[in-house]
């Protein structure tokens, strides 16, 4: 199957600091790719749509300005978590589809832990 | 996006066939269901995926009634490593845009 990977598995990070997360599709072009974040023992919760060369869409009370995402090319989309608290910590998944059409199957990523002190 | 409910938890002994039922009674004519594995800190993994009747691959079964608004998947003789939570999905096939629900952990005792 295709593979998405993301980058990094892990980081932690003072209090009020950038973080920026990277998430690849690694043997195929994504026009279109997810992101999600997860507290422990809940359930994914999707944050945006990332769309290659536009804006992204975010879903109701996420915050453009406290998570940018970039999708400039079509395998890369990155997550810029801005000043971080505490409360930002979480666990944070990125998917894809493939170009030319959703099949069905979604490639995830392995997901990247975040830890802010 | 049509909502879905599943049982919060199930467990299962090694080597039985294990069936999660998944509602979806606001399922729209273009949508799929899909359901997803997931191991603790690791994203999702795709299991199946239909659209109605039943589909079959090398790790389970989903079975589909005709009116769709809900959905069964078939783990047969499950085992320790099985243990995990399943989510059930349903969404358009034009956008990959999925809605995660509560999701359904299944606990595998020896």
């Known amino acids: 199957g295709a593979v998405v990977s993301q980058h990094p598995s892990w980081v932690i990070c003072k209090s009020g600091t950038s973080v920026k997360i990277e998430c690849r599709s690694l043997d195929f072009q994504a026009t279109t790719m997810f992101w999600y974040r997860q507290f422990p023992k809940q359930s994914l919760m999707l944050m945006a749509t990332?769309?290659?060369?536009?804006?992204?869409?975010?879903e109701q009370g996420v915050e453009k300005d406290k998570f940018l995402i970039n999708h400039a090319s079509l395998t890369l989309s990155t997550l810029t978590v801005t000043s971080a608290h505490p409360e930002d910590s979480s666990f944070y998944i990125c998917?894809?589809?493939?170009?030319?059409?959703?099949?069905?199957?979604?490639?995830f990523g392995e997901g990247s832990r975040l830890t802010v002190l | 996006l049509a909502k879905t409910t599943q049982p919060i938890s199930m467990d299962s002994y090694e080597g039985q066939e294990v069936n999660i039922t998944c509602s979806h009674n606001?399922?729209?004519?273009?949508?799929?269901i899909t359901w997803y594995q997931q191991f603790p800190s690791q994203g999702p993994r795709f299991i199946i995926q239909?659209?109605?009747t039943k589909v079959t691959n090398e790790v389970a079964s989903l079975f589909i009634p005709a009116d769709r608004k809900s959905s069964t998947l078939s783990l047969p003789r499950v085992s320790l490593s099985d243990t995990a939570v399943y989510y059930c999905l349903v969404g358009t096939s034009n956008t990959g845009k999925l809605i995660f629900g509560q999701g359904t952990t299944l606990q595998v005792k020896p």
């Open positions: 606001n399922i729209a004519t273009n949508d799929y």
């Open positions: 998917s894809a589809s493939r170009t030319g059409g959703f099949t069905g199957e979604l490639f």
């Open positions: 239909g659209y109605k």
């Open positions: 990332s769309n290659e060369g536009s804006k992204a869409t975010y």
